[in-house]
């Protein structure tokens, strides 16, 4: 018996050396993408209690700590400084304070973050100081400064994690000029993010040498724009073109994905993309077994959290109470009054309330020729009585300029050709779609069943037109007359009100579809509001007090036969009702 437990005890004592040099150890990795301003579960603009925000993921991220420690790695993925009148506030009201998103970010104890296309647009003053603002490093290693050549932000960051190290690489997608003026990115210029990825990947390896890499990608699965130097959606892309990536955690397009998928060196890559308004995170669990202090084997798995299911973190509340009462007292500033709902369900089936009041004081505003608009919300409405600063959200969701360029009536045309060509169906029978939907788009926060984004549907004010849906595309839209009773002359040029967005080539109706050279947009702008749109739009409404918003009905789908019965079907697909 003796001689057995002697046994044993050599064989023990010989096996603690090599226990001793192995051991495991688990990581956990948390990214928010396309906050908005989804900070608190209220939403400013519709005065109604929303899900998720980022009081829930507080919540979790706390549980989280409590059992990973330092162990836990938070990223946010950029558009977090637009979205609800929370940002706006603290963007453009109260400029002194912190900004509200740097606030949030260093209450969660982010780690890292990127910035996204949003982040820009409210220009170099609010980003800038936002960047100040927040303690942990901002990435961006596409994002190059025109005078130095240099990543404008941190390329990428390392964490040591119980002498484990991780590297995080950001990139933007570098479609911003395609969407923002110059002056909003002045001294910017984007990189073509597999060519930077490759580049900051070869430099991680070669001076870092970390055991795990995490790209951070503000740039959407695969596809949106794509032009001979870059796409605007290439996270998929790079994660298969660029050795070395883990993990690769991204956003913008607002769409739920998940996916495994396998890099031209045979690795596997876990993707990530949490979509839009902090409802869900991006959740990965790295184990790794560790040997004379390298990694021997790793093990990553990943998943999307709801977290509409986890509770609001009271002490976040608490600690932003101030905050909120400050945007309440802004939001609840009665501008105006309504005579009627405007609803913007109606701009896809006709001439509407909702999208003509836009034009119309796009029209007021610039005294311009003719205006373009399309909506910009899904399902938003306002309702008839007292209008409220909130409101203004809801009629005009984004901060965009608005610009008077010039176009030929030719060009106009074939705007719209476009326009409508991305919006309705080409019917070759009463029973077809009215509308080109999509199904496997229902569950996408950006098209929503459409095949096409919405706020590409571009309707106009200042012409008389009708949209033969039985025409092929590029001949639907038959302009019939000036709305004040003059001739419309494809050959004359025309003074025309649009959003910067669209003036600077988004969605590309300016340049595929009126055929401007891109390079030349800038030359046709003839004025460019200050501030704006939703700015102007508010003091036209504060002017006049009272408003009844009607539609103008300048235009309208035909034959009316086979369109009324195909929009009412449609409707009931898209709304329900």
Same mark, same amino acid.
């Given at each position: 018996?003796?001689?057995? !437990? ?6 023990? *004592? ?72 929370? *940002? ?28 996204? #296309? ?49 590297? !995080? ?10 969407w923002l003026s110059n002056s909003l990115w002045s001294g910017l210029r984007f990189e073509e993010m597999v060519t930077s990825a490759k580049h900051w990947m070869s430099v991680v390896q070669e001076t870092e040498h ?7 990608? $503000? ?34 397009? $607002? ?21 839009? #308004? ?37 002490a976040y509340m608490q600690h932003f109470q101030q905050r909120i009462d400050e945007v309440n007292n802004f939001v609840n500033r009665k501008i105006g009054e309504f005579k009627s709902s405007i609803y913007t369900r ?35 409405s306002i309702k008839e009585g007292p209008i409220y600063m909130s409101d203004m959200f809801s009629l005009y969701r984004y901060e965009n300029q608005l610009y008077v360029m010039r176009l030929t009536g030719e060009e106009?045309?074939? $705007?719209?050709?476009? +326009? ?33 984004? +919405? ?28 709305? #004040? ?10 003074? !025309?009100?649009?959003? +910067? ?50 539609? #103008? ?25």
């Amino acid at each position: 018996m003796k001689k057995t !437990v002697a046994v044993c005890l050599v064989a023990l *004592c010989m096996s603690i050396p090599t226990m001793a040099k192995q051991k495991t150890i688990r990581i956990k990795v948390i990214e928010t993408s396309d906050v908005h301003g989804s900070f608190f579960p209220y939403d400013f603009i519709t005065r109604n209690p929303k899900a998720g925000t980022m009081a829930r993921v507080s919540s979790y991220v706390n549980a989280m700590r409590e059992e990973y420690g330092e162990n836990l790695i938070l990223l946010d993925n950029g558009d977090i400084l637009q979205g609800q009148p929370t *940002c706006y506030y603290s963007n453009f009201i109260d400029t002194e304070s912190p900004n509200i998103a740097a606030e949030v970010t260093n209450y969660l104890k982010y780690d890292a973050q990127t910035i996204g #296309n949003h982040d820009v647009e409210p220009g170099h003053a609010v980003y800038d100081k936002c960047i100040k603002d927040v303690k942990c490093p901002m990435l961006g290693a596409n994002i190059i400064d025109t005078k130095t050549g240099k990543p404008y932000l941190q390329p990428y960051i390392i964490f040591n994690r119980q002498g484990v190290k991780i590297a !995080v690489i950001g990139l933007l997608t570098p479609a911003i000029p395609n969407w923002l003026s110059n002056s909003l990115w002045s001294g910017l210029r984007f990189e073509e993010m597999v060519t930077s990825a490759k580049h900051w990947m070869s430099v991680v390896q070669e001076t870092e040498h970390p055991d795990i890499v995490i790209g951070l990608f $503000h740039s959407g699965k695969e596809g949106g724009i794509i032009t001979p130097e870059y796409d605007e959606d290439a996270s998929i892309k790079v994660a298969k073109e660029v050795p070395g990536f883990d993990i690769v955690l991204y956003g913008h397009d $607002h769409t739920r994905h998940h996916d495994i998928i396998t890099n031209i060196a045979g690795q596997e890559v876990v993707c990530l993309d949490p979509a839009n #308004n902090a409802n869900s995170v991006a959740d990965v669990s790295i184990n790794l077994t560790m040997k004379r202090k390298k990694v021997v084997e790793k093990v990553i798995t990943g998943g999307l959290i709801n977290m509409n299911d986890q509770p609001v973190d009271e002490a976040y509340m608490q600690h932003f109470q101030q905050r909120i009462d400050e945007v309440n007292n802004f939001v609840n500033r009665k501008i105006g009054e309504f005579k009627s709902s405007i609803y913007t369900r109606d701009c896809y089936f006709g001439s509407s309330a909702f999208n003509d009041l836009i034009l119309n004081l796009e029209l007021q505003i610039t005294k311009a020729d003719i205006a373009f608009n399309a909506p910009l919300s899904f399902n938003a409405s306002i309702k008839e009585g007292p209008i409220y600063m909130s409101d203004m959200f809801s009629l005009y969701r984004y901060e965009n300029q608005l610009y008077v360029m010039r176009l030929t009536g030719e060009e106009i045309r074939k $705007h719209l050709e476009m +326009s409508y060509d991305l919006w309705v169906n080409t019917m070759q029978s009463p029973d077809d779609h009215l509308l080109l939907l999509d199904e496997q788009t229902t569950g996408d926060q950006q098209r929503l069943g459409f095949k096409n984004f +919405s706020f590409n549907f571009d309707s106009a004010a200042g012409i008389d037109y009708e949209v033969d849906v039985t025409k092929p595309d590029g001949q639907k839209v038959h302009i019939l007359q000036m709305s #004040n009773g003059q001739p419309f002359d494809e050959k004359k040029w025309y003074n !025309v009100a649009v959003n +910067s967005y669209r003036g600077n080539g988004g969605g590309e109706l300016l340049t595929h579809g009126a055929g401007i050279p891109r390079d030349s947009l800038e030359s046709r702008i003839i004025w460019r509001s200050e501030k704006d749109q939703r700015y102007y739009l508010m003091k036209e409404i504060e002017k006049q007090q009272v408003m009844d918003p009607q539609p #103008n009905n300048n235009w309208r789908f035909i034959p009316e036969e086979w369109v009324k019965p195909a929009a009412e079907r449609d409707r009931k697909l898209l709304f329900k009702q």
